[in-house]
């Protein structure tokens, strides 16, 4: 049987400073007889070992202060710490629900973010910048094929230049651009 099947009720007058040592005593052999046990369920309420530490450190608390709470139930004081243990967990999660002080998952930010138009921005003076720095032949290749839209055969017949030239060319163009582009190359 448990050294907690009881043996104390509050003295009528505690002294002001600290609790009667009987009490200390009490609390000690609860802990020593329940404390892994009450840990494992609060455990399994909360599924974070932090919560259950602080439900069980609760949980003793409130047995130290209510002693003859424990001690009124003979023989079954881990009754007693289950229930307490039990009602914090649903205090806390109900807390947690109504005023949530976790940071959501950043997935579900993200879900929820608005568009930024600074990252478009930014990538548009990047690619900007980067054509800038390209050769003449290269930038007008590529400024015809993309932005302007036209086709191999047209650029092919503007400048006088075979269609396989063009494609060879728009394909060095293209990887001097990307090169450009890369971080570190700016």
């Not at 967990?89 to 930024?116: F, G, K, M, N, Y």
């Not at 230049?161 to 700016?186: D, F, H, M, V």
Request: one cysteine or more; hydrophobic letters at 40%.
């Amino acid at each position: 049987m448990p050294a907690t099947t009881l043996r104390l009720a509050r003295s009528a007058a505690p002294a002001a400073t600290s609790p009667p040592r009987d009490l200390d005593e009490m609390l000690a052999a609860l802990y020593a007889d329940h404390g892994s046990t009450l840990r494992r369920f609060a455990t399994r309420l909360t599924g974070d070992h932090g919560r259950a530490e602080d439900i069980v450190q609760e949980t003793m608390l409130r047995a130290w202060r209510y002693p003859e709470k424990v001690a009124g139930r003979t023989g079954a004081p881990l009754a007693w710490l289950y229930t307490v243990a039990r009602h914090l967990a649903i205090d806390q999660h109900r807390a947690r629900r109504a005023h949530p002080t976790e940071p959501a998952d950043l997935t579900v930010l993200a879900s929820r973010a608005a568009p930024d138009q600074i990252d478009a921005a930014i990538a548009q003076c990047d690619l900007a910048t980067a054509l800038a720095s390209l050769r003449p032949r290269d930038r007008d290749l590529l400024t015809a094929r993309y932005l302007r839209d036209c086709s191999i055969g047209q650029i092919a017949a503007d400048l006088n230049i075979p269609a396989g030239t063009i494609k060879s060319r728009l394909s060095a163009a293209r990887n001097a651009l990307r090169q450009r582009l890369q971080p570190g190359n700016g």
